[in-house]
């Protein structure tokens, strides 16, 4: 018995539950179709097969798929069996369960593989749900009692409410004034339509005593009320969705009226053996929220202006190139529009054209956007945009700060944040980071690593053009963040990850930028119904993202340590994504490492800084047996050396390079400081530049000279006639990055540092 289940083994077996050396107790999961098999048997199609479920990780079975066959079947339910009563059939399956909660859901072959919740049962919203004490005592719902309909029936009334301000449900003058809202059912309710129709698949929620003798429209100053009263079975669940016939018939949700977000519109309720509704039966279209003016302002100064004029594409207009037009009255260069928009409590999002078509569009980077688009909240009153150039935030046209690209799937686009616009972990990263730097979201949800055939598997395919957007950011430096798409069961395993991750990094390296890059891993996977497995991330993809990191010498950082202690009920919900909480937590790992400070080669010195692990690096290549804190140099070139922070994670930085001169005959003894920045060796002296927080310091100069410059190339500071050992003085300059070029005897020599 393996010591870590000691203790609930024990508790177990003197409770009488016995539990397995593995720690793990017997459940039993049922169906209970007291029919007689009516409900969930089908003598044509799969008499006494029918009925199985998916159950969650953790959970001992023999099935090689996902799902279990709750019948006997030597390869998806060997645990399984139908057992037949006089007035019963129990479908069952027993399995091992380790102490803790776990997720079952039933389903039905003869329903088209899908749930037996709302199509046969309604339970309510989510998977069934056990927990296994320690004791191995089960609580919770291990079992779905399916009953035969009592044959009491029990009034329902089905309504849709328009409580617009133009009750737009209603096509005053046409053909459906006052007959346009019909009602669809799905399952059990589509028989009763049918029947109480006629034969139709469809009954009107309005007054019409000849075809539709149950429908009837009520009225009022403030609300259309379009219903339909059905006797239904008791014991029974039922579906039902609105349909517009103006619309040409379409279903409201979505089209219409975005009731469900990407759902079909189908609501559901049931009703118990004594007549009680359980579920939704009135579905309620709001009025429209009050209208504000928004006024949008762009300079156009230093720019020809297209002669279809400029225009605006916005959330507003649906993305329409044509119909907002801008203008300029005074002729200041300075084009506006006013437009009214309803109250909303996220962003419109919008872009500036200069012309009317795609292709004539700006592309945004800084604070007045997102994922280059422009924003504007108008959430209680009028609002006025400040002028900014085309293309730009401000009113130049320049992007300040340390550009960071944040290069990832649907955990760094935000899909499980509240708010995408200021939840992302890219957005919540300002707060650790500082005004100096500069995030930018480039998450693409469902995208990989490896270049897929699926044309919206890879990152690179540029699918939301994030990928191209990149090379426009130019950053300083990009955090990848990509694996845990690529750890699904079909997709892991089918490509040369490490080649693709490569290729990817390589071609980032080539950026004029010349960024830092850092690889990020995937966080925690819990159970999920998105194919994404733990085990392939911490076995398969991990183990090549350390790999990678020893072979390109790429710092690393380790979300997944960071995040193996949260649970997925209070962080991870779906098992996948990652709440606003736990995306905050991403954030501030993500900034501590790349504001961590790095450790700096010294030549000829002992290290004076201690580390969890090292690798040392000569011209980029990694040195076999390279893993003590001081490695001694008998060739010459650049040397780096990269360190595991600690032993509880694979987080990894890397130092800035030294050149040395060395030789088997004349060796250099490298150490390690904390210093920031970079050190270089000539022949037998050390002349070279470190960056502190507001200072440089040069090393050993003779007659040297000095010149900074802002990325863009403006020169900000000059220092010549430099001898010994002399600090430049930086607290003038603003925050930023700055390219520092020490010029002597020996050469020219370049340093990029960010104060």
Known sequence: MKTRYFLPALIALLSGQIALADGTFPVTLKVIDKTGGEITNNVNDNNETNVYCWISDGISTESPDWWDAMYNDATYGKTGELIKTDDSWIWQITVQAPVGTHEWNPSMKTLGWKEINKNVAYFGEGNRIFTVAEDGSVSGDTEVVLNRPSGNKTSVKLAFVDQSTEKKSNNPGGTEDRKNIVVEGNGNLWQVINAESGGNWLYGMYTDETTFPLGNLVETDNELRWEVTFQLDDNTVYAWRPRIQSWGCAIINEGFYTYQPGGDGFIYFSIDEEGNITGETELVMASEKTNYNLTLNVDMNGTTVDAAGVHVAGSFNSWNTTTTELTDADGDGIYSVTISVPASNEPYQYKFLNGNAWGKEEIVFGECAYRTNR????????????????????????????????????????????????????????????????????????????????????????????????????????????????????????????????????????????????????????????????????????????????????????????????????????????????????????????????????????????????RWYLNGAYIENSDRSTYTATESGTYHVAV????????????????????????????????????????????????FENHLKIYDADNAAVRIYTVAGVEVKAVSHLNGSVSIDLSDLPNGIYVCRLNEANGTRTLKFAK
Not at 439 to 463: F, H, I, Q, Y
Not at 569 to 598: Q, S
Request: net charge negative; with cysteine.
């Open 644 to 691: 595991k922070i600690d032993a509880a994670s694979n987080d990894v930085i890397v130092s800035e390079g030294i050149r040395i001169t060395a030789s088997e005959s004349d060796p250099v003894t490298l150490g390690i400081n904390n210093a920031t920045g970079m050190v270089e060796n000539v022949s037998a002296k050390t002349v070279g530049i470190a960056a």
């Open 375 to 614: 924003i504007a909240y108008v959430t209680d009153g009028d609002v006025t945009m400040p002028v900014s150039v085309f293309g730009y935030c401000g009113t130049t046209p320049e992007l300040k700060g340390i550009r960071v690209a944040c290069i990832g799937d649907s955990n760094t686009e935000g899909a499980g944040a509240s708010d995408v616009f200021t939840q992302s972990w890219p957005i919540q990263m300002r707060d650790f980071l500082g005004e100096e730097y500069y995030t930018e979201n480039l998450g693409v949800s469902g995208a990989t690593l490896m270049k897929l055939p699926d044309p919206w598997g890879a990152w690179t395919n540029d699918v939301s053009e994030c990928y191209s957007h990149t090379k426009l950011f130019n950053p300083d430096v990009i955090l990848i963040a990509l694996g845990t798409n690529d750890s699904k069961t079909g997709y892991w395993g089918t490509r040369d990850f490490q080649a693709d991750y490569t290729e990817l990094i390589e071609e980032f390296r080539n950026y004029p930028s010349q960024p830092e890059i850092y690889m990020i891993t995937p966080i925690k996977a819990f159970e999920n119904g998105y194919g994404i497995s733990d085990d392939n991330i911490r076995n398969g993809v991990i183990p090549a993202i350390n790999e990678l990191s020893k072979n390109l010498m790429v710092p690393v950082i380790d979300w997944y340590a960071e995040t193996a202690s949260l649970t997925q009920a209070n962080d991870i919900p779906d098992g996948v994504h990652a709440n606003d909480a736990t995306l905050r937590i991403m954030a501030e790992k993500a900034a501590e490492i790349m504001l961590m400070t790095k450790p700096v080669v010294i030549a000829n010195a002992s290290s004076s800084a201690e580390y969890a692990g090292y």
